[in-house]
């Protein structure tokens, strides 16, 4: 079943020149890991945006579980976003940080606690509760970060750029890391980067964007052939 669909989806900014989204078509199914891939500016960042809420389309449908998302604020779509400058809370510990979005929905203390460790150990972080953010390195903070989004449990997992800010050969080991964690969680994920390397070891399927459209997808392997 699709997860996610976005049909005709159109976004402008300003009245003149291309739109930043054109007419895009995209289904994502449950469990997929997709990539979307593309240059600066080729409306990325747009498309995650206007998945979460945070931006309105000016034409076309946005549909989760097969449900138009029109007026739906982001907190309610059970979309989890993790963006490059993972903007961790630098005045809580990790556990306050990654408990964020359950203590929104007012989860129980105890259950709080066991989702936490759960995840802590997921991300490769097991005990790191009382540490302060800022004591961590960047590959740590990311991890934080990843399990801050994990927590709520979202239906789709939206990554913008999520390794950019890490050196290469931690962001080459972390991508291996992150594929086998959603495969065994089933986490249906859209990530965007403009690195090829990183999609090509993340996805079961990339969409290449250039100027608003989708210009070509499939498999990591389909889309090495032909370029
Ligand atoms: P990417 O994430 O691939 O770099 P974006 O989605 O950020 O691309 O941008 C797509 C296009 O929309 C670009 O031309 C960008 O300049 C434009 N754009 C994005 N956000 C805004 C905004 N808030 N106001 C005006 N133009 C924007
Ligand atoms: P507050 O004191 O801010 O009203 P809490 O009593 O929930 O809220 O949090 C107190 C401490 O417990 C903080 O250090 C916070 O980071 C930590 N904490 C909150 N939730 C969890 C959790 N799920 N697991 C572990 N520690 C948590």
Redesign the pocket.
Known sequence: PQLLRLDGVTVR??NSGRP?LDAVDLDVAAHEIVCVL?P???????LLRVVAGLQQADAGRVLLEGREQGGVPTHRRGVGLMFQDHQLFPQRDVAGNVAFGLRMRGSARADRERTVAGLLDLVGLPGAQRRAVASLSGGEQQRVALARALAPSPRLLMLDEPLGQLDRGLRERLVVELRRLFRELGTTVLA?THDQGEAFALADRVVV?QD?RIAQTGTPLEVWQRP
Request: aromatic share 8%; charged share 5%; glycine share 36%.
């Open positions: 900014f300003g930043a593309g600066s500016g080729s409306g990325k960042s747009t965007v964007m608003g």
